[in-house]
Structure formats: C-alpha cells, structure tokens
C-alpha cells in the first residue's frame, strides 16, 4: 500500500526493443518519491546502468522505489537489441501484459499502465490475435464494448472506431456501436474526471460534415438523429461537427471531450497539440488502464533520447483514476 492507501500501479514492459525500458527509469526518476510503481519484465532488458530493485511483490514497491526502479522480474528468453524487436522475446511481451492485468484483478496492484507494442510483431511472433492493448484488454475483462481516449489539458478525444482500415470506417460505424461509445464517455466523464455534467462534441464523418447530404450521407442518416434522440434524455451533445474545425482552440472551450469518427481524426489533433504529454486510457473496462501517446520509436530506443513525460503523466493519471474509484466506492 503507498501512502494514498492504494496498492501501486503496474507498469508492463511492453516491447523491450523499444523505448519502454529507458522511459520507465525516467519515471521512476520522476516520481520515486511521490507514485508509488512496478515495473513488470526482464531486469536484464533495463540499460545497463539503470538503478534497480528486484521485488517479490508488488507490496515491495513502494519501500523498493527508494532504491532503484522495482522490478518484478519476467525473464525472457533472449537479450535485447535496443531498435530491433525479437521474435523469441514476443510471447514475453504478451504474457507480461496478462500477468499485469491479473495482478490488478487481484487487487495486488492499483490500476494498469502500459508499455508500448508494436502490435504486427505480436501479431507476427507472439500469438497476439488483436489490434492493440485496448481490443486484447476488453476480450481479457470479457467486455463487449471500450472506448479509446487520448486526454491531455488541451484536449480529450475518443475515436469511435480505433484500428481498422479506413476503408472499413463506414460501415463500422453503427449507431448502436456510436451510442455505446458516447455513453462511456459520458459515463468515465463523470466518474473518472469528476466533471458532473460534461459537454460532448461530436465530428461527422465526412468533409464539412456532410455539407446537408451533399458531400456525404452518414451525419443525416445516423449521427444527427442519434445526437437529438440522446439530447432529448439530457447529454449535452453537440454536433454533428466539421472533423476540421473543431479543434482549433476557441472551438475546444465549448467541450470536455471530442468524439470522432476514425483513428486519426481523432489522433492528429492531440499529437499535434501534446505528443509529449497525452494519454491514452481504456474506457469501460473494469479496472483502470492508461498508456503513454506514442509508440515503440524503434528509431531511437537505447540511444537516451526517448521523452518520458508521457508515461509519467500516464502513470499519474492512472492513480488519480484509481483513487477517485478507491473514495467512491
Ligand atoms: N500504446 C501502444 O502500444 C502504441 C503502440 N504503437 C506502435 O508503435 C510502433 C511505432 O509507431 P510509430 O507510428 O512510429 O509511432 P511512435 O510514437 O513510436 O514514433 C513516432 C515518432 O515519434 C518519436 N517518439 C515517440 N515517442 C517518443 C518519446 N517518448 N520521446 C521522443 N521521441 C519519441 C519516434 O522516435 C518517432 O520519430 C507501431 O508498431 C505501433 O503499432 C503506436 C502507438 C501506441
Ligand atoms: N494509436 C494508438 C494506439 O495504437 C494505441 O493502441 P492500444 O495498444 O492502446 O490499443
């Protein structure tokens, strides 16, 4: 248990070739003294000169952090070659990722961060059969339907439809899959940013939002009427919205978050605005998980020039999210 009373936030190793270990030390840098986390993987994967302490159990974290970053150790079957990911080390990543995710089932630690993955090299070698974290945690927590948002102080933002092919994106919009997603939304809004009545914007799919039917037929035909039939029970929704419009910063002080209809609509805006500090969290699962923005950065892992702040507010939040919950309940 930490000094909030909650046990510590797990932390997943994700792909050690890429920047996961180096940025994982800076965390603990960061916040030895005041977050309370372990780093689940192989210590021998962690830079050469990385402080470290070995723990048993998450409940060492905490008296641990004050000597190095405590590591609950996940041996691998290879070492690590910093930029190029191993096909042998792939299962690992994965079975970190569910022991991580056990262990926060178990109460043993508070909420889930995770480390990035290079999803085609699990697909390829690891026996991953999901597109990412999110989809792989909601078929492990059995739920049908989670949400993705990215939340950083300039914006929070949610794709309604997250890794699929562009192509894909129309006909995997439905209104019952949209009505979910602003519902979960609204729902972690309130539970989970304290906002008690939070303001929602909603893109169209198509330029100018479909121009009337003109330049496309989604926003009259499913969005607007799911927006009015929602308005009518008292979410405060607007929209349909321009995508391209509605990120500028006067637009941005009408809403707590954005709903958009595709993966980069989405994600453009708030890498462009704060890659170094966003955050991706799960919605609608039954624990707490968040994540650093960015991915893997192959290109320039092991060279000591990866950004931690993304992780250290993810971590952060992760907490934060964790002990609104622990006071609610
Ligand atoms: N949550 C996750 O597990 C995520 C995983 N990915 C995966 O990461 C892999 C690489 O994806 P990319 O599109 O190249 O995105 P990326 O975020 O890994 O890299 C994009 C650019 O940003 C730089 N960068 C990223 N993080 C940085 C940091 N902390 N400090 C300094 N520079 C940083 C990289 O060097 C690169 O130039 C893909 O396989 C993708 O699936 C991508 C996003 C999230
Ligand atoms: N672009 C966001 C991303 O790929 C993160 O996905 P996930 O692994 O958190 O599902």
């Known amino acids: 248990m930490s000094g909030s009373g909650l046990p510590p936030v797990a932390l997943s190793c994700g792909d050690p070739a890429g920047i996961g270990p180096e940025i994982a030390v800076g965390a603990w840098k960061a916040l030895r003294d005041s977050l309370p986390f372990f780093w689940i993987g192989d210590p021998a994967h962690l830079p050469e000169d990385a402080p470290m302490a070995l723990i048993d159990s998450p409940s060492e974290a905490m008296a641990a952090a004050a000597e190095g970053l405590p590591v609950l150790p996940h041996p691998f079957p290879r070492a690590n070659t910093p930029g190029t990911p191993s096909p ?50 909601a078929d492990l927590a059995g739920v049908e339907h989670v949400v993705m948002m990215l939340a950083s102080e300039e914006l929070r933002v949610v794709p309604a439809t997250i890794h699929i092919p ?53 926003e009259g035909a499913m969005i607007a009427p799911l927006l009015d039939r929602l308005r009518a029970e ?48 799960t919605l609608g699962l039954p624990f707490v998980r968040t994540s650093p923005d960015h991915g893997t950065a192959f290109d320039i892992a092991g060279r000591g020039l990866a950004n931690p702040t993304s992780l250290i507010e993810a971590l952060k939040l992760a907490h934060q999210m964790a002990a609104m919950r622990a006071a609610a309940s």
């Not at 979960?184 to 909603?202: K, M, N, V, Y």
């Open 88 to 137: 042998e080390n792939a299962p690992g990543v994965v079975d970190v990722l569910t022991r991580a995710v056990e262990l926060v089932r178990a109460g043993e630690a508070s909420a889930l961060t995770t480390a990035p993955i290079a999803k085609k090299v699990l697909v390829d070698w690891g026996g991953f059969t999901h597109p990412g974290h999110t989809e792989f945690l």
């Open 166 to 218: 562009l192509a894909d994106v129309p006909s995997a919009l439905t209104e019952d899959g949209l009505e979910a997603t602003i519902r979960i939304t609204h729902a972690a809004l309130r539970r989970d940013f304290g906002l008690l009545s939070p303001r929602i914007a909603i893109a169209g799919l198509n330029p100018h939002a479909g121009e009337g039917g003109l330049l496309g037929a989604e």
């Open 234 to 281: 008292g979410l405060d929704l607007i929209g349909p919205l321009p995508g391209d419009t509605m990120f500028h910063a006067a637009a941005r002080a009408h809403y707590d978050a954005a709903i958009a209809m595709y993966h980069d609509q989405a994600l453009i805006p708030i890498k462009t605005l704060a890659f170094d500090r966003g955050v991706n969290v």
